[in-house]
């Protein structure tokens, strides 16, 4: 066999060989089960955009003791149901309150004599052995808000009021589904309670399931 052959025949097994690779690389590989087309649809990037966060509207922030004064204020301006309660912790509070009565007589006598003098926020504590009839007249968590109170408590002739301090429970009021005519109606309690603040954020997950609604009945 001449060299030519010879280099023929090799060329020859060489396409053969070429050939026979690329044949394998190009065959579908049935073993392969084909994905259903709404599995398909799923791996592929996403044709809808994420629908944007709700916003909540938060009033806060209030000693759990003075939660009743809040609530009352809600019902009067007619947002019952449209306000969760939600507490926050415990927070160190600055107290200005009358210290304990020998009993509830003499505490409610006290009441009465605040009525007098114009005060409309007390509240006599019950069921607390170390602070009991003592009367609550407001939690600050600034001591600058707790001295103005009470310089206009001694104004009012309220002389037995001191300020302590407590770790109280916080709470804070949310308002989800917010919108422009209840935002403006929170504005309007919000004065009524001038330390209080409202604040825009976007909505916690756990919204509709933590916290208690406000109803008349609280």
């Given at each position: 066999m001449t060299l030519s052959v010879m280099r023929a025949l090799f060329f020859l097994l060489l396409f053969i060989n070429l050939a026979f690779a690329l044949y394998i690389q190009l065959e579908p590989d049935e073993s392969r089960t084909p994905l259903p087309a709404e599995l398909q649809a799923k791996t592929g990037p996403s044709s809808e955009a994420a629908p944007p966060p709700s916003i909540c509207l938060e009033w806060e922030a209030f000693a759990k003791p003075d939660v009743v004064h809040v609530e009352a204020a809600i019902s009067?301006?007619?947002?019952?149901?449209?306000?969760?309660?939600?507490?926050?912790?415990?927070?160190?509070?600055?107290?200005?309150?009358?210290?304990?009565?020998?009993?509830?007589?003499?505490?409610?006598?006290k009441i009465g004599e605040l009525k007098?003098?114009?005060?409309?926020?007390?509240?006599?504590?019950?069921?607390?052995?170390?602070?009991?009839?003592?009367?609550?007249?407001?939690?600050?968590?600034?001591i600058e808000d707790a001295r103005a109170f009470?310089?206009?408590?001694?104004?009012?002739?309220?002389?037995?009021?001191?300020?302590?301090?407590?770790?109280?429970?916080?709470?804070?009021?949310?308002?989800?589904?917010?919108?422009?005519?209840?935002?403006?109606?929170?504005?309007?309690?919000?004065?009524?309670?001038?330390?209080?603040?409202?604040?825009?954020?976007?909505?916690?997950?756990?919204?509709?399931?933590h916290g208690k609604a406000n109803t008349a009945a609280q």
């Open positions: 009067r301006h007619n947002l019952d149901g449209k306000l969760k309660s939600r507490t926050m912790g415990m927070v160190p509070y600055y107290w200005v309150h009358i210290p304990p009565l020998t009993n509830k007589q003499h505490a409610e006598r007098r003098r114009d005060i409309t926020t007390y509240q006599i504590v019950e069921g607390d052995s170390k602070w009991n009839n003592a009367i609550s007249l407001g939690f600050f968590e600034k009470l310089a206009v408590l001694r104004n009012k002739r309220v002389v037995s009021a001191i300020i302590g301090a407590r770790n109280v429970e916080q709470v804070k009021f949310v308002a989800e589904n917010s919108s422009p005519d209840l935002e403006g109606q929170l504005e309007k309690l919000k004065a009524e309670f001038p330390n209080s603040r409202i604040t825009r954020t976007t909505c916690e997950p756990s919204a509709g399931t």
